[in-house]
């Protein structure tokens, strides 16, 4: 075969049903696609004015309409920017993938202002139309002096027409003639809605237009009305934080999150170097801990948005913020919707995770009342912050903070501390105050305090903790009786006597409860008001509780727990149960006290199951009902 060589071609025959079915992942997308074409047209020409090359009228605005026509069946997108001569028209349009924008960047890159972003570098986001249109026009006049107006027209095949147009002023108008497939289109409220989502703070005023719907005045004439522009253009993010008010905060966060609530406070991202990056990250108030972690946070570019929870460059736990960022250095796919993943990304990705992190140092070490107002909500995504993320957990460890059974906030260095003495490396902790109530009496009579970890993300947590923070061990206050609470002064010297009331004691508690595997525990507590107490294995709970997380509901539970009820020699129930054991008139009544004490025991550790409620209630009320009598005799 003869040696040959060439250049590969690309026809529009076969490019445009690619770009019409697969480049653009939403349809929706040509809204932004067309308007953006429209500001970078204005931003073009701005930028010629600026350096003498165009002249305008000094009381001009610049504007973008997008007008709607149910009746033709049209969508148009007109601006006033830069235009385009007719060669201009064969380079930029004919020669698909060809950019404009990228043309004008090469020309004029030493003079282009740094507020002055063009968006498009394609050369493709115009071919986007033809996804809602069956034929597309341009109209187009340049600012070019002695420009001749020039009409485009093509059906979205490898066919156009171009002559003369009618257009008498500076700009571009794109018609849509709206295919069946973009209908939808047509009606106002959707294309506001579209509007909203792509273009809300985009630099130049875009106004939305009806022209199917104009109202008549009493003569019969078209009504005038004043149109007001759909889009900020100087959107907070923008503006220095110093210039910023605390009042604008919260509006801009309530206008764009649709949230009434005020946020908990915000991170303002406003960088030249090393990343051209600007944005506002917010905290907000959850609800409650149930609350899905589903923040929002809007990616734009040069104003245009991207992309909602893009996670290459908002790491997975910073998901439960919602907030802008606008960073036109993104290396974007060609359809302007995905990263391409590069080292960039990574970076910038790291960079945010890093001014979290030190907003949150700020907060801990110069308004730390606030910081512990404000852990309720902030906690889940630090504790899960700190699990996914090692460089994370490393800058913010030391402001970790837990509340205790006692109403104030401790670092985890703190809590140690203060409490070496009673309980070297040691957290005790709560996971319902309710429910764990008498555990926290026992500490706080003692003077003793437990941190309370009530949070879902809790139980992970603290096993992170122990594998990060060597030495240190956490235990639920129903876990164990700690030393601190044993009263070692009243312990009988006799063990031998010691280990008959055990063995009476576990024989009557087995009997009444009818469990012969109950395990029974004798202890001589500091308290003398409670008679028994369970303990459960905080090993075997674990274990319990995270069998119930991953197994299937049908399988039951892998790791049953080990209950132990703990008897309190101390308490005079237990006290007189010794002393009637042995008496036969007075088996019964044993009997229903062991079974009382056994219940409340259960209660303090959880809820009974139906039947144990119910005869702990009958159970109750004979009991109420004997005293009566006995009152009464």
């Known amino acids: 075969m003869v040696h040959e060589e060439g250049r590969l071609s690309i026809h529009s025959e076969n490019i445009l049903p690619i770009i019409k079915k697969w480049l653009y992942s939403d349809k929706d997308i040509f809204v932004r696609e067309m308007v953006s074409n429209s500001?970078?047209?204005?931003?073009?020409?701005?930028?010629?004015?600026?350096?003498?090359?165009?002249?305008?009228?000094?009381?001009?605005?610049?504007?973008?309409?997008?007008?709607?026509?149910?009746?033709?069946?049209?969508i148009q997108f007109e601006d006033n920017g830069i235009g385009m001569t007719s060669d201009e028209v064969r380079k930029?349009?004919?020669?698909?993938?060809?950019?404009?924008?990228?043309?004008?960047?090469?020309?004029?890159?030493?003079?282009?202002d740094e507020g002055s972003q063009i968006i498009g570098h394609f050369g493709l986001g115009f071919y986007s139309a033809f996804m809602v249109a069956e034929k597309v026009q341009i109209d187009t006049l340049s600012y070019m002096e002695g420009a001749e107006p020039v009409k485009w027209v093509s059906s979205g095949d490898n066919k156009y027409e171009m002559s003369e147009s009618d257009r008498k002023s500076r700009g571009t108008t794109v018609t849509l003639y709206v295919s069946e497939d973009g209908k939808e289109f047509l009606d106002e409220y959707k294309m506001k809605e579209v509007l909203l989502k792509y273009c809300a703070f985009m630099p130049y005023e875009i106004y939305l237009i009806d022209a199917s719907s104009k109202k008549k005045d009493e003569n019969g004439s078209d009504e005038k009305e004043e149109l007001k522009p759909l889009n900020d253009t100087n959107p907070l993010w923008l503006k220095k934080p110093s210039d910023c008010t605390e009042e604008e905060y919260?509006?801009?966060?309530?206008?764009?999150?649709?949230?009434?609530?005020?946020?908990?406070?915000?991170?303002?991202?406003?960088?030249?170097?090393?990343?051209?990056?600007k944005g506002i990250l917010y905290f907000p108030r959850l609800k409650n801990q149930y609350q899905p972690l589903d923040g929002q946070i809007k990616l734009y570019y040069n104003q245009v948005f991207v992309a909602d929870n893009i996670k290459e460059v908002i790491p997975e736990f910073l998901m439960l913020l919602k907030g802008t960022i606008d960073c036109p250095d993104l290396p974007l796919n060609v359809s302007r919707s995905y990263l391409q993943n590069d080292g960039y990304v990574s970076k910038l990705s790291n960079h945010i995770t890093r001014k979290v992190a030190d907003k949150l140092i700020s907060l801990f070490e110069n308004e730390r009342e606030n910081y512990n107002k404000y852990w309720d909500d902030i906690n889940p995504f630090i504790k899960f912050g700190c699990m996914r993320e090692s460089?994370?957990?490393?800058?913010?460890k030391d402001i970790i903070i837990f509340k205790t059974t006692k109403g104030d906030y401790v670092t985890l260095k703190d809590y140690l501390e203060r409490n070496k003495s009673k309980h070297e490396n040691k957290v005790f902790y709560v996971t319902d105050e309710k429910?764990?109530?008498?555990?926290?009496?026992?500490?706080?009579?003692?003077?003793?305090?437990?941190?309370?970890?009530?949070?879902?993300?809790?139980?992970?947590?603290v096993q992170f903790l122990e594998i990060n923070e060597k030495g240190v061990s956490f235990c639920r206050v129903d876990s164990d009786i700690s030393e601190s609470?044993?009263?070692?002064d009243s312990m009988k010297a006799d063990e031998e006597e010691l280990k008959k009331e055990q063995e009476a004691l576990e024989g009557l508690f087995k009997d009444a409860v009818g469990n012969k595997d109950l395990k029974v525990k004798v202890e001589s507590l500091k308290t003398t008001a409670i008679p028994g107490i369970i303990t459960l294995s905080e090993h075997s709970r674990r274990l319990h509780d995270l069998s119930r997380f991953y197994s299937p509901s049908d399988m039951g539970d892998m790791f049953p727990t080990e209950e132990t009820l703990v008897l309190n020699i101390n308490n005079s129930l237990i006290k007189g149960i010794l002393k009637m054991k042995d008496r036969e008139d007075k088996k019964e009544d044993v009997k229903i006290i062991c079974q009382q004490i056994y219940d409340l025991a259960m209660l303090s550790h959880k809820q009974l199951e139906k039947e144990n409620m119910t005869r702990f209630i009958e159970r109750s009320?004979?009991?109420l009902e004997r005293m009566m009598e006995e009152n009464l005799a």
């Not at 993938?97 to 960047?105: C, N, R």
């Not at 919260?250 to 090393?274: A, G, Q, R, S, T």
């Not at 429910?435 to 009579?445: E, K, L, T, W």
């Open 391 to 396: 460089k994370f957990y490393e800058r913010v």
């Open 250 to 277: 919260k509006e801009f966060y309530k206008k764009v999150f649709h949230d009434f609530n005020d946020p908990l406070f915000w991170i303002h991202l406003n960088m030249d170097y090393p990343f051209n990056l």
């Open 435 to 461: 429910q764990q109530a008498q555990y926290v009496r026992m500490f706080n009579d003692l003077d003793m305090e437990a941190v309370i970890l009530d949070n879902l993300l809790d139980n992970h947590f």
């Open 39 to 74: 500001s970078d047209a204005i931003t073009k020409f701005k930028r010629l004015v600026s350096i003498g090359e165009a002249n305008v009228d000094d009381n001009e605005k610049f504007y973008i309409k997008v007008i709607i026509n149910k009746d033709n069946k049209t």
């Open 621 to 623: 009320n004979r009991i």
């Open 92 to 112: 930029y349009i004919n020669q698909i993938a060809f950019s404009g924008a990228s043309d004008f960047l090469k020309k004029y890159k030493d003079k282009m």
């Open 485 to 488: 609470l044993k009263d070692k």
